[in-house]
């Protein structure tokens, strides 16, 4: 999106098309917490926090925060839009998996070995 006006106007058509089809987008209203998130992603020479990134005030009433980094299908995506911090944290969960799968098996074969 060109604007924040933009992303704003693009994010109330979509409302709004939801609408036709009798869907729900839930956004924030009345004290509940929005389930639809938004994340903005800055032209490489803007810094993420030189940008507005408060939340979307839509037509309806209803708000659209933007988060940093977002969440969608276990994967998160940040304003970078690179993927190391996903990696790595897959990396890191699978080398604990592996540790503790080691352990057990060292733990087991030390106990045959005794008896």
Not at 85 to 113: E, M, P, T
């Amino acid at each position: 999106m060109a604007s924040r006006a933009a992303f704003l106007a693009g994010t109330n058509a979509i409302y709004a098309h939801m609408r036709l089809f009798r869907l729900l987008m839930n956004v924030e209203s009345r004290g509940k917490k929005s389930k639809t998130e938004a994340i903005y992603c800055s032209a490489r020479v803007n810094a993420y926090g030189d940008s507005d990134t408060s939340d979307l005030v839509l037509d309806c009433g209803g708000t659209v925060s933007c988060t940093q980094p977002f969440a969608y299908l276990g994967s998160f995506f940040y304003c970078g839009l690179l993927n190391h911090h996903d990696v790595n944290g897959r990396i890191k969960k699978a080398a604990q998996a592996f540790r503790r799968a080691l352990q057990l098996c060292l733990q087991l074969s030390w106990c045959s070995r005794a008896a």
